[in-house]
């Protein structure tokens, strides 16, 4: 098993994690398994192949392709670092400011059954869903979703309530496009 470890620690120009190696060696893990309904695990005899055609080594310096989801994401550590982050985020999205957080720990990810549960949000969907743009077009959802509500309420109210109603919820939303354009 050392002479593979260190055959994908040449052919993808990083070093394996003690921890990430050791695990490997423990489970005799050579060929990829599905361990849960979705988490694929790469085994040793495809980890190279899955790292070279997804060119992670390219896009994401120092990180390693472990696993997939069996849905085009890919399953990350990052061996510059010394603790054993577990990292998700689509193959076609290989940015670490796109990486959602699984765990902070691969082997107690091991350990509690491989959840795809994201433990924290990338911040770039953070900026992204903060940024004042998304604030104003989710402001202005909420204004349409109530115009929406009313409408499908519009049988259980008496005519002069809901004309009020409608008319001030039309009001608001001219009012949030003349302050903010309309989309």
Not at 115 to 126: H, K, M, T, Y
Not at 128 to 134: L, V
Not at 140 to 161: N, Y
């Amino acid at each position: 098993m050392d002479n593979i470890l260190s055959q994908i620690t040449t052919a993808l120009g990083i070093t394996l994690p003690g921890a990430y190696a050791r695990f490997l060696e423990t489970e005799q893990l050579r060929e990829s398994r599905l361990v849960t309904d979705l988490v694929n695990l790469y085994g040793t005899n495809d980890i190279v192949t899955r790292n070279q055609d997804y060119e992670v080594q390219r896009y994401l310096p120092g990180y390693l392709s472990i696993a997939d989801d069996s849905g085009g994401c890919g399953i990350f550590l990052n061996t510059a670092q010394p603790s054993l982050t577990v990292y998700i985020t689509g193959y076609g999205a290989l940015d670490p400011g796109c990486m959602d957080v699984l765990s902070d720990d691969f082997l107690q990810w091991a350990q509690q059954g491989y959840s795809l549960e994201v433990l924290r949000e990338a911040p770039a969907f953070i900026a992204a869903r903060q940024s004042p743009e998304n604030l104003l077009r989710n402001e202005r959802i909420k204004l349409h979703q109530a115009l929406s509500a009313l409408e499908a309420e519009k049988s259980r109210m008496d005519l002069k309530t809901y004309l009020l109603r409608k008319r001030q919820l039309q009001q608001e939303i001219q009012d949030f496009e003349a302050r903010n354009g309309k989309p």
